[in-house]
């Protein structure tokens, strides 16, 4: 689907309905082949292309070497609970050595898509850059990607699979725990440093307490930093596959078939739950009990059925029961492939379209330009070595302006500049030569001309000092 320019412009005027985010991952954890998946959403390109145009890396370099070296910046239309949105996308490069790059897209952008390779896990500029999206006070998301390298590459059946992908999990919250604990603790030295000492001696264990007590509700407050595939802010998928799905696209399939509460499968899809076929409840203590979690039994096996009939075994009887009973209507060309993981790609991207999963996740789960916090306005405004209450009033009063960002012509607009760059003067247009005209031409030949007159002709003291010279050679001749 082509969106036209008429409709950007007009979704660009409806705040409410605009999401700005940003991918951000270690080095070839695959961001610009989910930007390639979701630019093939809006028709730019071809979904076959996805993963090998790498649509975002536009400078020669960049496709030379395969690595995105300078953030690009897209904005993408999508449909998602019968309204009409716009996300301004911005994909960052991942290597360490552009950074700077990275900060610049995370300063802009109001969430973040953070990428991790499901089987190399959290990786140093993982690390990063989630300090980076912690410090600018944006909401990430989490991708597990490349969970096609389980199947192919490590041949891990569903429940290892399964196991490994709570240990990446693990690794990306322990992260955040720390980022959480940091934050936690230098408020409190701050708090410290800035209040008074206690007058009363006798006071000091109940302030203690009251600290304590402090410090565990701001605890409590970080969980919702953390990534839990139940709260939808964690998606699974394969990027060069063009798949995708978070945990409640699949409640939502099976709460019909199996007559259980969509809410509650939801909750009970991702951890150590099993399936009681007798009962058709959902139990606790599947690994005790030695039975499969649900996320094994109702959605790691299933694909895993996909990838070992289409690539593994090519099994055309098999993969025929597979796209008929998922409903799926594939084009003859995709059938009559000769290399299976097109013909996987095009089951897939009808079965767990991973643009269309990423974007309902983007607009679910990050907030829009109206959400902004006042602190992080502030922090935009002004850096830190000022404190906000001290710029002029009306550079205060910008901050409702920022805050209600209002597309009136009579509001004032707010440019905010997030990098500079140091230019010689020298490499400026004006600097440059340019062609010289004939007449210019004409007229530096006749003052080069003049130049050269004027050396040869000696001046009038020239000429006296060379008269002098030659009588006193002259006379010291005579003498002698």
Same mark, same amino acid.
Not at 154 to 183: D, G, I, W
Not at 389 to 400: A, G
Not at 446 to 464: D, F, G, H, I, Y
């Given at each position: 689907?082509?969106?036209?320019?008429?409709?950007?412009?007009?979704?660009?005027?409806?705040?409410?309905?605009?999401?700005?985010?940003?991918?951000?991952?270690?080095?070839?954890?695959?961001?610009?082949?989910?930007?390639?998946?979701?630019?093939?959403?809006?028709?730019?390109?071809?979904?076959?292309?996805?993963?090998?145009?790498?649509?975002?890396?536009?400078?020669?370099?960049?496709?030379?070497?395969?690595?995105?070296?300078?953030?690009?910046?897209?904005?993408?239309?999508?449909?998602?609970?019968?309204?009409?949105?716009?996300?301004?996308?911005?994909?960052?490069?991942? #290597?360490?050595?552009?950074?700077? %790059?990275?900060?610049? $897209? !995370?300063?802009?952008?109001?969430?973040?898509?953070? /990428? +991790?390779? *499901?089987?190399?896990?959290?990786?140093?500029?993982?690390?990063?850059?989630?300090?980076?999206?912690?410090?600018?006070?944006?909401?990430?998301?989490?991708?597990?990607?490349?969970?096609?390298?389980?199947?192919?590459?490590?041949?891990?059946?569903?429940?290892?699979?399964?196991? #490994?992908?709570?240990?990446?999990? %693990?690794?990306?919250? $322990? !992260?955040?725990?720390?980022?959480?604990?940091?934050? /936690? +603790?230098? *408020?409190?030295?701050?708090?410290?440093?800035?209040?008074?000492?206690?007058?009363?001696?006798?006071?000091?264990?109940?302030?203690?307490?009251?600290?304590?007590?402090?410090?565990?509700?701001?605890?409590?407050?970080?969980?919702?930093?953390?990534?839990?595939?139940?709260?939808?802010?964690?998606?699974?998928?394969?990027?060069?596959?063009?798949?995708?799905?978070?945990?409640?696209?699949?409640?939502?399939?099976?709460?019909?078939?199996?007559?259980?509460?969509?809410?509650?499968?939801?909750?009970?899809?991702?951890?150590?739950?099993?399936?009681?076929?007798?009962?058709?409840?959902?139990?606790?203590?599947?690994?005790?009990?030695?039975?499969?979690?649900?996320?094994?039994?109702?959605?790691?096996?299933?694909?895993?059925?996909?990838?070992?009939?289409?690539?593994?075994?090519?099994?055309?009887?098999?993969?025929?029961?597979?796209?008929?009973?998922?409903?799926?209507?594939?084009?003859?060309?995709?059938?009559?492939?000769?290399?299976?993981?097109?013909?996987?790609?095009?089951?897939?991207?009808?079965?767990?379209?991973?643009?269309?999963?990423?974007?309902?996740?983007?607009?679910?789960?990050?907030?829009?330009?109206?959400?902004?916090?006042?602190?992080?306005?502030?922090?935009?405004?002004?850096?830190?070595?000022?404190?906000?209450?001290?710029?002029?009033?009306?550079?205060?009063?910008?901050?409702?302006?920022?805050?209600?960002?209002?597309?009136?012509?009579?509001?004032?607009?707010?440019?905010?500049?997030?990098?500079?760059?140091?230019?010689?003067?020298?490499?400026?247009?004006?600097?440059?030569?340019?062609?010289?005209?004939?007449?210019?031409?004409?007229?530096?030949?006749?003052?080069?001309?003049?130049?050269?007159?004027?050396?040869?002709?000696?001046?009038?003291?020239?000429?006296?000092?060379?008269?002098?010279?030659?009588?006193?050679?002259?006379?010291?001749?005579?003498?002698?």
């Amino acid at each position: 689907m082509t969106t036209s320019n008429d409709v950007v412009r007009r979704l660009q005027r409806n705040s409410k309905n605009i999401r700005n985010i940003c991918i951000l991952a270690h080095v070839d954890h695959g961001k610009t082949t989910l930007a390639d998946s979701l630019i093939a959403s809006n028709g730019i390109i071809s979904q076959r292309q996805a993963g090998k145009v790498r649509y975002m890396d536009n400078r020669e370099d960049e496709q030379e070497r395969g690595i995105t070296m300078k953030s690009s910046a897209i904005a993408l239309y999508h449909q998602f609970g019968g309204g009409e949105y716009l996300v301004n996308l911005i994909d960052s490069p991942g #290597h360490i050595d552009f950074s700077s %790059e990275v900060s610049t $897209a !995370v300063r802009l952008c109001d969430g973040a898509l953070v /990428v +991790v390779d *499901a089987v190399e896990g959290v990786c140093p500029q993982t690390h990063t850059v989630l300090s980076q999206a912690w410090g600018e006070g944006i909401k990430p998301c989490l991708l597990i990607n490349k969970i096609d390298r389980l199947i192919l590459e490590l041949k891990h059946s569903p429940l290892e699979a399964f196991y #490994h992908l709570q240990q990446v999990l %693990e690794q990306v919250n $322990a !992260v955040m725990a720390m980022l959480h604990t940091s934050k /936690v +603790v230098e *408020a409190a030295n701050q708090r410290e440093m800035f209040q008074p000492p206690a007058n009363k001696p006798d006071q000091t264990g109940d302030q203690d307490e009251d600290e304590k007590a402090e410090l565990d509700c701001k605890e409590e407050e970080g969980g919702s930093d953390y990534f839990t595939p139940e709260s939808g802010n964690v998606m699974f998928s394969s990027a060069l596959d063009g798949w995708g799905f978070s945990v409640g696209h699949f409640s939502d399939m099976y709460a019909k078939k199996l007559g259980i509460n969509a809410e509650v499968l939801r909750k009970t899809l991702w951890g150590n739950y099993f399936l009681n076929t007798k009962t058709k409840r959902v139990c606790k203590k599947a690994q005790e009990k030695g039975k499969k979690p649900l996320f094994v039994q109702l959605v790691l096996e299933n694909i895993w059925s996909v990838y070992d009939a289409v690539v593994t075994n090519r099994d055309m009887i098999k993969i025929d029961k597979i796209v008929n009973s998922l409903n799926l209507k594939l084009p003859p060309r995709d059938t009559r492939q000769g290399d299976p993981r097109t013909h996987l790609s095009a089951i897939f991207t009808q079965w767990l379209p991973l643009a269309k999963s990423t974007l309902d996740m983007v607009i679910s789960k990050h907030p829009s330009p109206l959400q902004l916090s006042s602190e992080r306005v502030e922090n935009l405004l002004c850096n830190n070595a000022m404190a906000f209450d001290s710029f002029p009033k009306e550079t205060q009063q910008l901050k409702q302006d920022f805050m209600a960002c209002c597309a009136d012509p009579s509001v004032p607009t707010v440019a905010f500049v997030s990098k500079l760059f140091s230019i010689e003067k020298s490499s400026f247009p004006q600097q440059q030569n340019r062609p010289l005209t004939q007449e210019e031409i004409a007229h530096r030949r006749e003052l080069v001309k003049q130049r050269r007159a004027a050396k040869t002709e000696p001046t009038v003291e020239e000429a006296s000092t060379t008269t002098t010279t030659t009588s006193t050679n002259t006379s010291t001749n005579t003498t002698s």
